[in-house]
Each structure stands twice: as structure tokens, then as C-alpha cells.
């Protein structure tokens, strides 16, 4: 099965950005799309933006404007770019396939505090 390695999170002030990277043990290609989720203690795991073969894209209406991705499929791997970043965008962040979903990495963790 397929599995994600993500990285490129840490603690950033607000108003900052980070991207974040995920690279992919096998090709992505053949998944119709890929994504990036946060997961905040005490919710559920959600999903922040998505991009899929057809270069359709899909966001969370909170990081609309503030949020962009990309994925490459000859390297296998997807990136988050999030500017502008809030402390509400604090959690833990994935990277999977999308709409379903396969095995979770470790994720990246993403601190936003002053």
C-alpha cells in the first residue's frame, strides 16, 4: 500500500508561511487526486485542499485565499503552501489520496503561536 512521508511543518508566528512537502512511496498518478489534512485534537481529521487530475481544486472555506497545492506526478509528491497562516491553523497535517483515502503517514506537525 501505498505511504506518505510528509514534512516541512513547525512553529511559525501569524502572518507567516510554510509549505509543506509530502512525498509518496509509488506513483500517485494512477489516484485521482491528492490532498492535505489537518487533524486537531478533539476533531475530526479534515481536509484542507485537494487537487485532482483534471486540475480541479478543492479548499476549506477557512484557508480560501490563504492556501495553494500542487502535485507532481513524475516525483511523487504534493506540497501545501499556506501564507497569511493563523493560529486556527494550528493541528497536524497529512498528506493522502483524495476523495478516498489510503494508510496515514506521521504527518507534520504546524504551530502557529507567537
Known amino acids: 500500500q501505498v505511504q506518505f512521508v510528509e514534512y516541512g511543518g513547525g512553529l511559525i508566528q501569524p502572518g507567516g508561511s510554510l509549505r509543506l512537502s509530502c512525498a509518496a512511496s509509488?506513483?500517485?498518478?494512477?489516484?485521482?487526486?491528492m490532498g492535505w489534512y489537518r487533524q486537531v485534537p478533539g476533531k475530526e481529521r479534515e481536509l484542507v485542499a485537494a487537487?485532482?487530475?483534471?486540475?480541479?481544486?478543492e479548499f476549506a472555506d477557512s484557508v480560501k485565499g490563504r492556501v495553494s497545492i500542487s502535485r507532481d506526478n513524475a516525483k511523487n509528491t504534493v506540497d501545501l503552501q499556506m501564507n497569511s497562516l493563523r493560529p486556527e491553523d494550528t493541528g497536524v497535517y497529512y498528506c493522502?489520496?483524495?476523495?478516498?483515502?489510503?494508510?496515514w503517514g506521521q504527518g507534520t506537525r504546524v504551530t502557529v503561536s507567537l
Open positions: 509509488e506513483t500517485t498518478s494512477s489516484f485521482i487526486g
Open positions: 493522502n489520496t483524495y476523495p478516498s483515502v489510503q494508510h
Open positions: 487537487v485532482t487530475n483534471f486540475g480541479t481544486m
